[in-house]
C-alpha cells in the first residue's frame, strides 16, 4: 500500500483548530449548542456562503470540514456516514446535495474544502466580531481581490485620466512660463542691441 492510498484511511482535517475551548453558551445547554451548530452547518451547505458571530463559524466549520471529508472517504452507500449525514443536515434535500454535488467538486481537492473571512465591523459598536464562512467553488463573486492593481477597474480607469489631465495642465503653464521669460529675453536682447546702436 503506498502513501497516497494511507493518507485516505486518516481522516485528517485541512484547518487549523485552536487548542482553547469556545465560549458558546446557550441557555439550553450542550444540547442548545449542538443545535446552532446544526443549523449553521445547515445554511452552509444550503447557501454555499454564510455570515455570523466568528466563534461560532470557526467551530461550525470544523463540522463542515468533516462531514465533506466523510462525505468524500466513503461515499453514500456507507451507514455511519449517512447517519452523520442525517444528523448533521437538518433539511434532508441537503444530503444529496452532499453526496452529489459537494462530493465531486472536492474530489481531488488538496486544500480545506471551507474558507472564512473577517466581516467588517460596525463603528462605534460593541457587537460580536462577524465572518464569513463559505464553501469553496461557490457560485458566488470572490470576496476578495485576487489582482492588487488591475488597471481596467473603473476607478483606475478614472485615476489615470484625472493624472494626465492634471500633467497637461502643468505642461501648459510650464510652457507658458517658458515662453514668457523667452520674451523677456529677446525684448532685453533688443533693447541692448538698440541702446548699442544709439551709442554709435
Known sequence: MNQAEVAKLVSKLRIKVPPQPRKLRNIQGPQGRLD????????LIKHERIELNSNRADEA?????????????????????????????????????????LVPRYENF????????????AMNTRNQEKAVLE??????????????SNRQLIQNILLDAAKYDYR??????????????EDKEAGTKAEAVLESNDKN
Not at 446552532?36 to 445554511?43: A, D, F, I, M, Y
Open 36 to 43: 446552532k451548530l446544526r443549523k449553521t452547518v445547515t445554511g
Open 61 to 101: 466549520r470544523q463540522y463542515a470540514e468533516r462531514l465533506i471529508s466523510e462525505a468524500i472517504r466513503h461515499g453514500d452507500c456507507h451507514k455511519p456516514t449517512m447517519d452523520i449525514a442525517d444528523y448533521w443536515l437538518l433539511e434532508k434535500e441537503l444530503v444529496h446535495k452532499l453526496f452529489k454535488v
Open 110 to 121: 488538496d486544500k480545506s474544502y471551507t474558507r472564512m473571512h473577517k466581516a467588517p465591523r
Open 135 to 148: 464553501l469553496r467553488g461557490n457560485p458566488y463573486p470572490s470576496l476578495t481581490n485576487k489582482q492588487a
Open 168 to 181: 497637461q495642465s502643468k505642461y501648459l503653464e510650464m510652457a507658458e512660463k517658458m515662453g514668457k521669460a
